[in-house]
């Protein structure tokens, strides 16, 4: 069964930078396609980015060239890079795996790591 641990959130001011880690456990990771989403109060859970278990990459539009997904094979790991991290930041990011990489639709997830953007 897999497990996904998320793990980096926390305050952070406009403009900075902030790394977010998900470790997956009970499976292959390398076999997987990867994909981190958000939550922000009051709002549905939205995607954010994808990485193909070839490492090809697909990031919505609100944070294309602010963030980068990355994995770590060797460690099971996922990252998500945030750069210029904005107020309209704040959410319950959360990483999942993605079956069907077209739909990029989250299939198992994590518990989430909270990310709080404010001066």
């Known amino acids: 069964q897999v497990q996904l641990v998320e793990s980096g959130g926390r305050l952070a001011q406009p403009g900075d930078v902030l790394r977010l880690s998900c470790e997956v456990s009970?499976?292959?990771?390398?076999?997987?396609?990867m994909g981190w989403f958000r939550q922000s109060p009051g709002k549905e859970r939205a995607f954010v980015a994808a990485i193909h278990r070839s490492s090809n990459r697909y990031y919505a539009d609100s944070v294309k060239g602010r963030f980068t997904i990355a994995r770590d094979n060797s460690r099971s790991t996922v990252y998500l890079e945030m750069t210029d991290l904005k107020p309209e930041d704040t959410a319950v990011y959360y990483c999942?795996?993605?079956?069907?990489?077209?739909?990029?639709?989250?299939?198992?997830w994590g518990q989430g790591t909270q990310v709080y953007v404010s001066s």
């Open positions: 009970g499976v292959t990771f390398s076999d997987y396609n």
């Open positions: 999942a795996t993605i079956i069907d990489w077209d739909s990029r639709r989250g299939d198992s």
